[in-house]
């Protein structure tokens, strides 16, 4: 993969990982209009997105249009330096992308 | 033996329904469990039954919602949620006034700390519930946002 639309920090501190990610996505809420053509924009946006830390799911979340365009999200859980964490996304439209990183 | 049969089967069936009620974090199901009914509901409470299966909560002072009193652009509401509660399983988001109001549901695995941090929507001036599942219960607080510029439809 050139490029993935996913940018993801884990951070160990005091056996505590601090994930932060941004993933980039234009979330459409399928309720905007097309200025130009005046047509409804259809819904476009991320459905679920989970957490995998050494091979256990740690966090999967379920997302509606209420995201923010270019989702930023963070949350926390038990673990150390050096831990692999996956991240997931899967969008309406059945795409999704992914990305495994270490534990700093 | 064709008793045999039937106990194992009836036990297999009791164990597969009772897996399907409780079973609230299984990997990989998510997609196919997308809450529709829940994101499409127009109020809040039809979002929270949909979303936790109960659409009452109590209020807890525990649960500490960090979101901007004012936020300029409803586009872009950064909201973090944290609570001192033990063992909190999921943590949901809700903002009132939407036009569905069910933001995101984070279910949290063992382990996990009851913290989430994200950015949402809000169409206009409203409240922003959290809702935790702590120990089989339901606990919620609230925080109004107040938006000077809408961020639903544009």
């Given amino acids: 993969m050139a490029k993935s639309s996913i940018k993801i920090r884990a951070k160990a501190k005091n056996g505590v990982v601090t994930v932060k990610a941004l993933i980039s996505h234009k979330m459409e809420t399928g309720l905007r209009k097309d200025k130009k053509t005046g047509k409804v924009i259809p819904a476009h946006f991320i459905q679920a997105v989970d957490c995998v830390h050494n091979g256990a799911a740690v966090m999967n979340a379920e997302w509606g249009v209420a995201i923010s365009k270019n989702p930023y999200l963070s949350f926390k859980f038990a673990g150390k330096s050096g831990d692999a964490v996956k991240l997931t996304w899967t969008d309406n439209t059945g795409k999704s992308d992914s990305l495994e990183t270490k534990v700093k | ?154």
């Fill in chain 2, 1 to 154: 033996m064709l008793r045999r049969h039937f106990l194992k089967n009836t036990m297999a069936t009791g164990a597969a329904v009772l897996a399907a009620s409780s079973g609230l974090l299984i990997p990989g199901q998510v997609l196919a469990a997308w809450n529709k009914a829940a994101f499409d509901a127009k109020d809040v409470a039809s979002a929270m039954k949909g979303a936790v299966g109960s659409d009452s909560a109590e209020a807890s002072d525990k649960i500490k919602i960090k979101a901007p009193d004012i936020a300029e652009n409803g586009a872009v509401v950064p909201v973090t949620i944290s609570s001192t509660l033990g063992d909190v399983k999921s943590i949901t988001i809700i903002s009132e006034k939407n036009g569905t109001p069910l933001v995101a549901k984070f279910n949290l695995g063992t382990g996990s700390e009851a913290y989430v941090s994200t950015r949402i929507k809000m169409g206009k001036t409203s409240n922003i519930i959290a809702v935790c599942e702590s120990g089989g219960k339901f606990y919620k607080a609230h925080k109004e946002v107040k938006v000077t510029i809408g961020g639903c439809g544009g």
